[in-house]
């Protein structure tokens, strides 16, 4: 089973800095079946990037994902104030269970 | 449209039994896997269990395996999450997603509370 960490567990920013959020695995991901998903308060989770570095259809180009193997980033160029929110990266594809982080809290610093 | 709209939960005593349901609409469900993940208040996300487009496939995670039985009803473009001997831990709101390899779609999820 992969496990995946996340840091930081907390990132404080301003608007319209840049944010860069990690997610490491225990063991290769299989294809970079990566994705990252966002969270806001009260609300289902939303699906951001998938591939490790695709976009989903909507999302802002200020949202960016890469990284390979083990080692996954998803960054956010210019931080706009509807993006202070929680971020999980999951994996997905072959050998359920589908795991997630324990996710990364953007606050407005 | 497509729409994911769970419903089932409420508080139950340990060692009781609910069944969540998630209809959904808007595709075509024989086509795709379906997905339920939980979040334990102020926790992170948590995938449960996973059934496949003709229910042949099911998987859960190691905590909830012998307790809780995923299946699905493709007339009824429905899935279900039978939940039995529940744990003050299974406390959390349940979310049903559909599963496009990724989880692209998903309810508001329903809240099931496990409390004396």
């Known amino acids: 089973e992969i496990v995946l960490t996340q840091s930081p567990g907390t990132l404080s920013l301003s608007p319209g800095e840049r944010a860069t959020l990690s997610c490491r695995a225990s063991?290769?991901?299989?294809?970079?079946?990566l994705a990252w998903y966002q969270q806001k308060p009260g609300q289902a989770p939303t699906l951001l990037i998938y591939g490790a570095s695709s976009r989903t259809t909507g999302i802002s180009d200020r949202f960016s994902g890469s990284g390979s193997g083990t080692d996954f980033t998803l960054t956010i160029s210019r931080l706009e104030p509807e993006d202070f929110a929680v971020y999980y990266c999951q994996h997905y594809g072959a050998s359920p269970p589908h795991s997630f982080g324990q996710g990364t809290r953007l606050e407005i610093k | 449209e497509v729409q994911v709209v769970e419903s089932g939960g409420g508080l139950v005593q340990p060692g009781g039994s609910l069944r969540l349901s998630c209809a959904a609409s808007?595709?075509?469900?024989?086509?795709?896997?379906m997905t339920w993940v939980r979040q334990a208040p102020g926790k992170g996300l948590e995938w449960v269990a996973r059934?496949?487009?003709?229910?042949?496939?099911?998987n859960y995670v190691d905590s909830v395996k012998g307790r809780f039985t995923i299946s699905r009803d493709n007339t009824q473009n429905s899935v279900f999450l039978q939940m039995n001997s529940l744990r003050v831990d299974d406390t959390a709101v349940y979310y049903c997603?559909?599963?496009?390899?990724?989880?692209?779609?998903w309810g508001q999820g329903t809240l099931v509370t496990v409390s004396p």
């Open positions: 063991q290769s991901v299989y294809s970079n079946y």
């Open positions: 808007g595709f075509n469900f024989n086509s795709y896997s």
């Open positions: 059934i496949k487009e003709d229910g042949s496939d099911k």
């Open positions: 997603a559909r599963e496009n390899w990724i989880l692209d779609y």
